[in-house]
């Protein structure tokens, strides 16, 4: 038995591994995220965990708008690029192909099996070292055919960002 039970059964939890970029004017990013769910049917609503230190709070703050790309599994090197933050790797964005999404002007990543674009709802302070995002989907489509158990997934990767 594990020492820290309540670790390891958050570490049960599967989650899906997407990329989150933003833009607020000019400025574009790109991470990976893997704390998401859709939390309403009507409006659609999607949150994220969102680490409050992270270049890409800042831009949806200041933008409003986030755009979230969905992977399959075997498309994975895609998203590597995305893995270091912004001051770890300042001039990530400047080889990455994408397309403008069209209700955000946020980033399609290129390899992308889908997208669904938000308008930010509301910052929530969680008093953590994450806040939870909420955004209403405004738009969306689908890039690549895919069945669920195709979509990328922390565990397709072998990490955990959970405990």
């Not at 997407?18 to 990976?32: E, F, H, K």
């Not at 669920?148 to 997934?153: A, F, G, N, P, R």
Request: net charge negative; hydrophobic share 40%.
């Amino acid at each position: 038995m594990p020492s820290d039970a309540i670790k390891y059964a958050l570490k049960l939890m599967p989650y899906g591994f997407y990329s989150l970029t933003s833009r607020y004017g000019d400025d574009i990013n790109a991470m990976v995220c893997n704390w998401v769910t859709q939390v309403s049917f009507e409006p659609r609503l999607l949150i994220v965990g969102l680490q409050k230190t992270c270049y890409t709070y800042e831009l949806i703050e200041k933008g409003g708008v986030f755009t979230l790309n969905i992977f399959k599994a075997v498309d994975k090197e895609a998203l590597m690029p995305f893995t270091k933050g912004r001051d770890k790797r300042p001039d990530k964005m400047e080889n990455t192909e994408y397309t403008e999404a069209p209700e955000t002007g946020c980033p399609i990543l290129k390899g992308a099996a889908a997208y669904i674009e938000c308008r930010m709802i509301r910052m929530i302070n969680a008093n953590g070292d994450h806040d939870i995002l909420v955004g209403e989907v405004i738009g969306g489509d689908i890039l690549q055919e895919a069945e669920v158990d195709e979509i990328l997934t922390l565990v397709d990767l072998g990490w955990s960002y959970a405990g």
